[in-house]
């Protein structure tokens, strides 16, 4: 009898990393071995799933179908095997690898991570906290941590939370330039921006009296590429910030930096999501970990 659940295994690791040979490595097998797996199970099914190239493996439309459908019975059969080997109950165990920005990483995920593996102890936590976009399948990452509008439609999404938006600045740095009482007031300050482009330029304001919103044109001498370097620069007195509000909850709460214009906030909401690849089948050790999140958020 052929092993077709072995075959499953070997197409959809080389649809998700796009290539034969990362394949092969992974499995420790040649390109060659791999690419006669695929081609036989092609044959049996009398369709082709990927197009070759020297370069990546594009899947067919029918391949999209196949990934889709072999993701949900291998995730099955792991299941399965779980619930045996627990003695019918689903213990969540094994490694698990998440991927967060350094701010709500910081913030939220290290400080729970004892109490996570206190509650499964089974579980072998690896995380890694950048604020560079991770690639869920390229990386290996079972779930990642996404602010903001989510662009790869191919991910599942759960919602944890949100976030608003906050502008603020060092009780220093307001003592010496004086703290701006409308935002057209900015233009006298070191506004501090990120260094990529964002869906809206500058920094978008209420005004309390006619609703009216507009988007002000800030400028200084710093730039970062994320929420928590304007938080650095913000504590060290560089400048005025505007980031999520989760980056620097701690710091308002103790008084080490200070909101300013919130009557002039326009509530403009960051969505907080946990992304990760494949179905509705999950893990038992994803499943407990977005659980475990969502519920303390």
């Known amino acids: 009898m052929d092993n077709r659940a072995g075959e499953m295994e070997v197409f959809t690791l080389a649809a998700e990393l796009k290539s034969f040979s990362a394949a092969g490595r992974r499995l420790k097998l040649s390109p060659s071995a791999v690419s006669k797996l695929v081609t036989r199970l092609e044959d049996r099914l009398g ?15 029918e391949g999209e179908t196949y990934l889709a459908r072999a993701r949900r019975i291998l995730a099955e059969i792991a299941d399965t095997e779980e619930v045996v080997s627990g003695g019918g109950k689903m213990r969540p165990r094994g490694p698990l690898v998440v991927n967060a920005s350094v701010g709500f990483g910081e913030s939220y995920i290290l400080p729970l991570t004892a109490e996570f593996l206190a509650a499964f102890p089974d579980v072998q936590l690896d995380v890694t906290l950048t604020d560079d976009m991770a690639d869920l399948i390229r990386d290996r990452v079972d779930v990642a941590i996404r602010h ?118 326009p509530e403009d909401i960051e969505a907080i999501h946990a992304v990760f690849a494949g179905h509705e089948h999950l893990a038992a050790r994803i499943r407990a970990f977005i659980d475990f999140i969502a519920e303390r958020m």
């Open 47 to 61: 369709t082709r799933l990927v197009v070759r190239s020297t370069r990546l493996l594009q899947l067919t439309p």
């Open 148 to 265: 903001g509008a989510l662009r790869d439609s191919s991910l599942m999404a759960r919602k944890l939370g949100e976030s608003r938006q906050v502008v603020i600045a060092s009780p220093a740095y307001l003592e010496r330039y004086g703290i701006p009482q409308t935002p057209a007031e900015l233009i006298h300050h070191n506004c501090i921006n990120f260094n990529f482009r964002r869906a809206v330029e500058g920094w978008p304001f209420r005004d309390p009296a006619t609703g009216r919103r507009d988007v002000l044109p800030v400028s200084g001498n710093l730039k970062a590429s994320s929420g928590s370097i304007i938080r650095q620069y913000c504590l060290n007195g560089q400048g005025i910030g505007r980031v999520g509000r989760f980056h620097v909850e701690p710091d308002i709460q103790a008084g080490r930096l200070v909101p300013i214009l919130e009557d002039f906030n």
